[in-house]
């Protein structure tokens, strides 16, 4: 599967975040990830993602699609 770099899938990510008024942590603690891991991702930091169900769960966590998550494609909702 292929993945947008970690930087684009990180600001799409933020800009979830913002649409849902969620913090990092709130996110963290709703699918049982650490703030930091969320952090990283948030900020494009990580290398790599741990595996594509993570950012599958996040995107199940925000209500929005994970191909737009992932790839940018189509709606985000």
Do not use: C, H
């Not at 993945?3 to 979830?16: C, E, F, H, S, Y």
């Not at 900020?43 to 191909?67: R, T, V, Y």
Request: charged share 20%; no cysteine.
């Amino acid at each position: 599967m292929r993945i947008d770099t970690p930087q684009i899938v990180g600001k799409r990510l933020r800009d979830a975040l913002a649409v849902r008024q969620m913090t990092q942590g709130e996110l963290a603690n709703q699918i049982g990830f650490s703030r930091v891991y969320i952090n990283k991702l948030v900020n494009g930091s990580l290398p790599e993602f741990k595996s594509d169900s993570n950012l599958i769960s996040i995107a199940k966590a925000l209500s929005i699609s994970p191909e737009w998550l992932i790839r940018g494609s189509g709606q985000m909702m």
